[in-house]
């Protein structure tokens, strides 16, 4: 857990460490994996399950453009990182959407 708050902290100030311990929680067996427990970017398949899956059915998000927007701008701020915790993208896509309050 202290690892992926960590990470979370190096791309958002004022991280809610009970919002990261959901997030955890809602990836559960996904983290286990080394493969599914990080995001790409330059895979547009990869893209479309995270708008598909927490987006949309996660954090309720309809609008397709807006969610094209916010992952490029999660895709932007963790660019220097070559493995992207799903933790931390996740971590940052609710953020940028004003959707923590989802995991509250």
Same mark, same amino acid.
Not at 38 to 45: F, K, N, T, Y
Not at 50 to 65: H, N
Not at 72 to 97: G, H, I, P, W
């Given at each position: 857990?202290?690892?992926? #708050?960590?990470? $979370? @902290? /190096?791309?958002?100030?004022?991280?809610?460490?009970?919002?990261?311990?959901?997030?955890? %929680?809602?990836?559960?067996?996904?983290?286990?994996?080394?493969?599914?427990?990080?995001?790409?970017?330059?895979?547009?398949?990869? #893209?479309?399950? $995270? @708008? /598909?899956?927490?987006?949309?059915?996660?954090?309720?998000?309809?609008?397709?453009?807006? %969610?094209?927007?916010?992952?490029?701008?999660?895709?932007?701020?963790?660019?220097?990182?070559?493995?992207?915790?799903?933790?931390?993208?996740?971590?940052?896509?609710?953020?940028?959407?004003?959707?923590?309050?989802?995991?509250?």
């Amino acid at each position: 857990m202290t690892d992926y #708050l960590a990470d $979370v @902290k /190096k791309y958002a100030s004022n991280v809610d460490e009970a919002v990261v311990e959901k997030i955890v %929680k809602h990836l559960g067996i996904a983290l286990r994996n080394r493969d599914s427990s990080l995001v790409s970017c330059s895979d547009q398949a990869e #893209l479309d399950r $995270v @708008k /598909k899956g927490f987006m949309t059915k996660k954090l309720g998000m309809t609008d397709e453009a807006k %969610k094209d927007t916010v992952l490029a701008d999660v895709c932007k701020k963790m660019a220097a990182s070559r493995q992207k915790s799903r933790v931390t993208f996740y971590y940052l896509v609710a953020e940028n959407t004003d959707q923590l309050s989802v995991f509250a």
